[in-house]
């Protein structure tokens, strides 16, 4: 019972011994993360910055004051009444994109970092927006978001943080001023959509013109290629035909027609001429002769019949 007793006072020391070992390990051994960093404080004073890896502390001298995230971050802003240089009060609300740069600057340099931003923020927001009027603010966010960003970012130097971006987010007016946004931009639209109308009517009656022109134009040009084509037939056709006359004429020749044939060829061509609607008839001079010689034997015979019967003088004529 004696051994049990002091063999218990011996290990009870020894288990408060390890047990105190291991409190010491957990708490002053420590395993820094990825884009973290630790501020270390030796004595209520600074005394070094802890980056990724084991890190071993100085018990109970040693102290973690601030554990700090290097990654960047993403600050949300609500939204911040700003009157504009038209004193139309409009409520703007930022986001602002920053990263740690110095822990220990982040760390002493000014107390609730992400508070301060935001105040430093809506002030230069008033600033700038104060000297814009609305129309300015709704159409220049680009060169407000580059000008407070340059501003804040100058001014959070001295806490070790680096300013990426600024946007603003919304931009929202007052009612009414919207209401009347609204029927200004309805009217802009409607005016835009009758200025495309009369274009387009315009447009259709100049194709119109255009098309009948072209329509004129094209009927011109066919019917001038329709005259000059008959025309060309007339003038083909004249040609072929005096080609024949001519070719006619030349195997009259060659054949060499008799008298008899030429004078049987005047009395066709004066018999054609007679059929016709002419009231004055040139007749060549040998068919006038013959025609002199019958009308002379038509009177001779007209004479000696005088004093002949009716029924004899029908005899004669009939031979």
């Known amino acids: 019972m004696e051994v049990l007793t002091s063999s218990l006072a011996v290990l009870i020391p020894l288990l408060i011994l390890v047990v105190f070992v291991l409190a010491v390990l957990v708490k002053y051994v420590r395993i820094v993360p990825q884009s973290e960093v630790y501020v270390v404080e030796r004595l209520g004073a600074y005394n070094a910055t802890l980056s990724t890896g084991l890190h071993f502390l100085v018990p109970i001298i040693d102290y973690i004051s601030n554990r700090v995230s290097m990654k960047e971050q993403v600050a949300d802003f609500p939204p911040q009444p700003v009157i504009t240089k038209d004193n139309v009060t409009i409520q703007i609300d930022t986001v602002v994109y920053y990263f740690i740069t110095d822990a220990k600057l982040y760390t002493y340099g000014v107390d609730r970092p992400i508070v301060a931003i935001e105040n430093l923020t809506a002030t230069t927001l008033r600033n700038i927006i104060g000297d814009l009027e609305l129309d300015e603010c709704l159409t220049s966010r680009d060169t407000i978001n580059a000008q407070v960003r340059s501003i804040v970012d100058e001014a959070t130097d001295p806490w070790g943080i680096k300013i990426n971006r600024v946007e603003l987010k919304n ?3 007052p009612r009414d001023i919207q209401d009347a946004m609204e029927k200004q931009m309805r009217a802009e639209r409607e ?10 009517e315009k447009r259709a009656v100049i ?16 019917a001038k290629k329709a005259a000059i084509t008959e025309a060309e037939g007339q003038a083909e056709a004249v040609i072929l035909m005096a080609e024949a006359q001519a070719r006619s004429i030349e195997l009259i020749s060659k ?12 009395y066709e061509a004066l018999e054609k001429v007679a059929d016709g609607q002419a009231t004055k008839l040139i007749i060549p001079s040998d068919v006038q002769k013959i025609v002199n010689t019958t009308a002379t034997i038509k009177e001779t015979f007209n004479a000696l019949t005088e004093h002949v019967e009716p029924e004899q003088k029908e005899e004669l004529e009939a031979e």
């Not at 005016?191 to 387009?200: C, D, K, N, T």
């Not at 119109?208 to 040009?221: D, N, P, Y």
């Not at 008899?260 to 060829?265: D, E, M, P, R, V």
């Open 171 to 173: 931009i929202i007016p």
């Open 191 to 200: 005016r835009r959509e009758q200025i495309l109308r009369a274009e387009g």
């Open 207 to 222: 194709m119109g013109a255009e098309g009948e022109r072209e329509a004129v134009i094209l009927k011109a040009e066919a």
């Open 255 to 266: 054949a060499a027609p008799t008298q008899a044939y030429l004078t049987l060829k005047s």
